[in-house]
């Protein structure tokens, strides 16, 4: 029965605690340190905040389930997650392809941290993933993003892992923006999702949070040694918010994605808009690979208006729009990408859809569009 429940309906047996009576439905973060440790000094049981928390467990197994994956492994942030995993997989003489589209501080640190001892970086487009993945070695890491942020450009993961496989290199999939309620990675042959759980996971704009799943179990028990070891952790009271707000994340991501839909068709006819970028159009180029790989076509518009001033003039004009970096939350923001170095023009704005109502968004959007 489970593979025929809906999104709000997986999201909620997700984070669904043991019936046991007695037992609250929904249990308590539990914010410990330290732990009695038993005579016999098991050290299978909880003994220290860095190694294991009971909070955790229950996020990292609902983490599991969504991305279908049988381990999950929770950081600080999203970019705690990524590193780590980088700092596990990729290996000195071996190479790493990273898109040049996608996430900047995934290139930053590659460049910065990887390159200096000994990881050779690539960078590729997403669009010519598959092409940089057919010169892959064994040992050697593809680490893709789709849809890619912020242009929103849909990789081939069937095909991407299909190049991969052959030549013995890992494939690690940035699910963030798709979310594993729009895309799911490990079917379609990742061997690793990571994510920002910050974005539309949490969901609020108000807690730090990023994972792993896989179901490799060497690589997946590398990580964790590396986590006790660098000690990137979540806190208890954080990964109890991700765990509290998974529940209404199907819920969320209906309404997100809707949104963007009807904005997405509103912009591209709109005269102050230059260009749209959302995988659910028709006419978008990555159209047809997200029609066969999503579920849903996810919460983000990119669009491109004349310059900077624009970006500005329509999140000060707005009643509803809030001018924010990150997305995935509960209001709509706007993140003019240029500014954090992204390869975009200086008018090109990330959009991302809150739960707001449709009609309200779509009319504070054309007003504040409106030439004054």
């Known amino acids: 029965m489970n593979g025929a429940y809906g999104d709000s309906t997986r999201s909620v047996k997700a984070v669904e605690s043991e019936a046991v009576p007695g037992s609250p439905v929904a249990p308590p973060p539990v914010p410990a340190a330290a732990y009695h440790i038993p005579p016999d000094e098991d050290d299978t049981l909880d003994s220290y905040g860095r190694r294991h928390n009971p909070t955790w467990r229950h996020l990292e197994s609902a983490l599991a389930q ?78 893709a993003e789709t849809p890619s942020n912020p242009g929103l450009d849909v990789v081939d993961l069937h095909e991407l892992a299909m190049t991969c496989r052959p030549r013995g290199a890992l494939l690690i999939v940035d699910n963030t923006t798709a979310t594993p309620l729009g895309q799911q990675p490990l079917s379609l042959g990742a061997d690793i999702v990571v994510a920002s759980a910050t974005k539309a996971l949490a969901g609020h704009h108000d807690v730090l949070a990023g994972y792993a799943a896989g179901n490799n179990p060497e690589v ?17 009271f954080e990964a109890w918010l991700v765990l509290r707000s998974i529940a209404t994340l199907g819920l969320r991501f209906e309404r997100q994605c809707q949104n963007a839909a009807a904005v997405a068709l509103m912009l591209r006819s709109h005269p102050a808009v230059r260009k749209v970028r ?20 996810g919460g983000i518009v990119g669009v491109e208006l004349a310059d900077a001033a624009a970006v500005h003039d329509l999140v000060r004009r ?16 706007v993140d003019r990408r240029a500014r954090w170095g992204d390869r975009v023009p200086d008018g090109f704005a990330r959009i991302s859809l809150g739960i707001e109502d449709t009609d309200d968004l779509l009319g504070d959007i054309e007003a504040a569009l409106a030439p004054v």
């Open 318 to 333: 707005s009643a509803l729009l809030v001018g924010s970096t990150s997305f995935g939350g509960i209001h709509t923001s």
């Open 278 to 297: 959302y995988p659910g159009l028709p006419e978008d180029p990555s159209h047809p690979v997200a029609t066969a790989q999503m579920r849903r076509f």
């Open 220 to 236: 997946m028990a590398r990580l964790q040694r590396e986590r006790l070891l660098a000690g990137p952790i979540l806190g208890a």
């Open 66 to 143: 969504l991305e279908g994956a049988t381990t999950a492994v929770t950081f600080g942030s999203g970019m705690a997650a990524v590193t780590s995993l980088l700092r596990v997989v990729a290996e000195p003489g071996r190479t790493l392809v990273v898109p040049a589209d996608g996430y900047y501080q995934v290139r930053a640190y590659a460049h910065e941290y990887l390159a200096p001892r000994g990881v050779t970086v690539v960078e590729a487009p997403s669009s010519q993933m598959c092409d940089a993945a057919a010169h892959a070695e064994p040992k050697d890491v593809v680490f």
